[in-house]
């Protein structure tokens, strides 16, 4: 940028590329000239480790809009996941945090292979099904707890949400090695491959020999996968088990997504700007926390972000 | 008199110069065709006309008058209309409705639907369509709602109709009748600007010949003054001494047995055999079941009955995956919706079928990838600036190629082609020709599907011909008469 012999098309392009980092560089600048306190290491560490839940939905999120679908469930996930490794969790269990941690991936992993069989084998729409799910995930935490909190989870249990590496939080640690695997998941492995060509066209993709049945199934265990493992980390930071954990998450998952241009048509995305787009989530959380906006224009806010962002985004398209 | 002159068009976009100065003249009356292969400016220069695209330097003079279009609403109320390749109305309206869309009869709130209708039936009746105007778009055939987009065209009042390809995708019938309408609109004076890769088309019907190559404008014609090779010599800027370069290649076996193939209504008890080394030719009338019955073939869709004997081996093809896994290949009808992914580049377009093959384990070989492509590439002359391009940015013809790498490169023993050279011009159709002649030549067999009858009697060594679903016969090349073929076409009908 600012190359002198740089054409106003090629500053078009580059804004509809890269306009999500400036974005974010915009957001954060404001925030640091009106909160002194909000660019420190110790502050973005914290926005981070609030931020790695987000970032493991949209992670996941971005498999399942890459195909063209949309999972509403993950919120709900969270929470069934977060209450069954919590019962598991508890002290007089006995039992070690792993088997409370498995519990949790196994139940979010197990929400998500409904889904695909639901989506892809049965034909129910995406949006459908998982909004179906997200009503029974919901029912069955409330169920698991009879809606009470369950506090008294092990100390051990505790370190994943809470605890540190160094000065580093246990959740952003977790949330790098899950995005490094997504990475090369997605762009090195010919399954990755496949989803973009699912997703791009599904005849094409087929008459190409691909299982695009099996490819739409797996994205769903993918994202419920990594809203179990969100759920296990929320459950823990929060120490206990609560029933309306994870409520609405869905929507900020989603938003990441398509803040960092990945097309709910399928086919067209990245994978980087999801993480962009989780960081503007995470930062706009921390920065109006802090500048003490209320939780009720925080939303309103949220909601202007994303309908912005995809507005700028199609008409970037139809140019 | 000319109701059209255009002189001296230029167009750039960004920086690349699409028109040269063209020049088009249209006289009232008239059909003129403008001709030239995909990307030699046609759509370009239409576009300008239509007020899509604004030119950047040249005059366009509408009925003696200079005018200078601003927008597609200004063209219109100048009286130029145009009927797109691909019709755009709205299915659940109905032909009134759709005619009528924008500008319905009736006051400022509601429509005056017994006028809507009456007006349409007057419309349709002069064009002596018989289309009931209340019927909705949608369930009509293809060839009808074109019909109705030339009605819309004649109720605005437009002088002047541009026809982007309007036969690709119907019959012969149909265009008769198109024909038919299109003389009648002559006589009222009007001018058509008609588009079309068919070279015997634009012989029966064109008055004016005016040939685009690059972006420039190369000469205008009388039509009886000029011929089929001095026309595609001009349009392709060599001499294309051979539009078919069909080789003698030794055939041997047979590779594949076809067994009583029924699908209900689609098609009935079809047997066939195709040999190493031929080209098997697959004719028919559109909805002849040519399509469905490859598609059963490669598991693509299922079948009622029928036997498959495929290399010596009995096959249960249920998927495409199964068919690819013997060595059977199919490049499907429409590249767009069935044979590309639009949104990935070139090179992962071209490697999509052979993911496996260019694997360790999990993990996709760059390397070798890379290096398969760009052979590829070079081997089918595909015209691109880089492997990385998206392929939605590449013309029709290297799409085409685009497609037909990703399924030579497994080196399948049977290649079935459908309608391998749909919509691209005449340069790429002939090296596709070629492809397919150097590809048979190696000891592989080639179905091909073709609605272009001189296509399949130009490269096929047999010919099977489908009528309404079932057999209508089986030619040898040395049989292969149009008439007898449009016989057999039409046995079962």
């Known amino acids: ?319 | 008199m000319n109701l059209l002159e255009m002189k001296g068009i230029e167009k750039s976009f960004n920086t690349v110069k699409v028109l040269h100065g063209v020049d088009f003249i249209l006289r009232k009356g008239t059909v003129h065709a403008l001709m030239g292969e995909n990307g030699a400016g046609k759509s370009t220069l239409m576009k300008v006309l239509a007020g899509i695209h604004k030119c950047d330097a040249g005059t366009v003079t509408v009925k003696e008058e200079q005018v200078d279009i601003q927008s597609p609403k200004h063209s219109q109320a100048l009286g130029i209309a145009m009927i797109h390749q691909e019709l755009s109305p709205v299915p659940e309206m109905t032909v009134a409705e759709n005619i009528y869309l924008g500008r319905e009869p009736g006051g400022r709130l509601f429509i005056d639907y017994a006028q809507m209708y009456r007006q349409t039936e007057e419309l349709l009746e002069n064009m002596k369509v018989h289309i009931s105007p209340k019927e909705k778009v949608g369930a009509l055939k293809v060839a009808d709602q074109q019909l109705v987009e030339i009605a819309k065209a004649i109720s605005l009042n437009a002088e002047i109709i541009i026809m982007d390809e309007p036969t690709s995708a119907i019959t012969d019938k149909e265009v008769d009748n198109l024909f038919s309408i299109i003389r009648n609109l002559k006589e009222q004076g009007k001018g058509i600007i008609y588009i079309s890769h068919k070279m015997d088309e634009i012989f029966q019907i064109s008055d004016d010949i005016t040939v685009l190559r690059d972006g420039q404008y190369v000469n205008t014609w009388k039509a009886e003054d000029i011929d089929n090779n001095i026309l595609i010599k001009n349009m392709v800027g060599r001499e294309l001494t051979e539009i078919f370069p069909k080789s003698e290649v030794p055939i041997s076996d047979t590779i594949l047995e076809v067994r009583n193939f029924t699908l209900g209504d689609k098609f009935q008890d079809i047997s066939f055999t195709v040999k190493r080394g031929e080209i098997y030719g697959i004719a028919g009338l559109v909805g002849a079941g040519r399509t469905e019955l490859m598609h059963a073939l490669f598991g693509l869709d299922r079948r009622d009955k029928g036997e498959v004997i495929f290399d010596g081996k009995t096959l249960d093809i249920r998927r495409p995956k199964d068919a690819i896994r013997e060595g059977i290949a199919y490049v499907t009808e429409d590249r767009k919706q069935e044979g590309l992914v639009l949104e990935m580049s070139v090179g992962q377009n071209i490697s999509l079928a052979s993911m496996k093959e260019l694997s360790r384990g999990l993990f996709i070989n760059e390397k070798e990838e890379s290096s398969l492509v760009k052979d590829e590439i070079e081997r089918l002359r595909i015209r691109l600036h880089s492997p990385k391009q998206l392929v939605k940015s590449l013309s029709g013809g290297n799409q085409q190629k685009v497609v037909l790498s990703k399924w030579i490169i497994k080196n399948p023993k049977l290649l079935i082609l459908d309608e391998p050279t749909r919509g691209i011009d005449v340069g790429a159709k002939s090296e596709i020709y070629k492809l397919m002649c150097e590809y048979a030549a190696k000891g592989n067999a080639i179905i091909m599907i073709s609605s272009e009858m001189p296509e399949v009697m130009g490269m096929a060594d047999r010919m099977l011909v489908l009528s309404n679903g079932k057999v209508g016969g089986e030619l040898k090349r040395s049989e292969f008469v149009q008439e007898s073929i449009m016989k057999m076409a039409v046995s079962h009908i």
């Not at chain 1, 957001?27 to 420190?40: G, N, P, W, Y």
């Open chain 1, 1 to 319: 940028m600012g190359k002198s012999r740089s054409k106003q098309f090629n500053i078009k392009e580059f804004l509809a590329k890269y306009g999500v980092i400036l974005g974010l560089v915009v957001i954060m600048i404001f925030f640091t000239v009106m909160k002194a306190r909000f660019l420190t290491v110790t502050n973005m560490l914290n926005m981070l480790r609030q931020a790695s839940i987000n970032g493991l939905l949209a992670l996941g999120m971005t498999f399942v809009v890459l195909t063209g679908g949309i999972d509403l469930s993950v919120g709900s996930a969270v929470g069934a996941a977060g209450m069954y490794c919590a019962l598991v969790a508890r002290t007089e269990t006995g039992m070690p945090w792993y088997v409370a941690l498995l519990t949790g991936l196994a139940i979010g992993l197990l929400i998500g292979t409904v889904n695909g069989v639901v989506i892809a084998y049965l034909r129910v729409p995406a949006f459908i099904a998982t909004l179906g799910m997200l009503s029974i995930a919901r029912g069955i935490t409330f169920m698991a707890s009879d809606a009470k909190p369950i506090p008294g989870l092990s100390k051990e249990f505790l370190v994943i949400g809470g605890g540190s590496a160094g000065i580093i939080p246990i959740p952003v640690l977790i949330l790098i090695g899950v995005l490094i695997v997504c990475y090369i998941i997605l762009y090195k492995t010919r399954y990755g491959r496949y989803v973009f060509a699912t997703g791009g066209n599904a005849t094409s993709a087929r008459v190409s020999g691909i299982n695009i049945k099996m490819v739409i199934c797996s994205v769903y265990m993918i994202s419920g996968l990594l809203a179990g493992l969100a759920g296990v980390i929320l459950t823990s930071r929060v120490t206990s088990g609560i029933s309306q954990n994870g409520d609405g998450y869905e929507v900020d998952a989603i938003a990441a997504a398509v803040i960092g241009g990945n097309s709910l048509s399928g086919g067209r995305g990245r994978l980087w700007g999801t993480v962009v787009g989780f960081l503007v989530m995470g930062v706009m959380n921390n920065g109006l926390d802090m500048m003490a906006v209320s939780s009720y224009w925080q939303l309103v806010i949220k909601g202007i972000i994303i309908i912005g962002a995809v507005m700028l985004d199609s008409l970037n398209e139809s140019r």
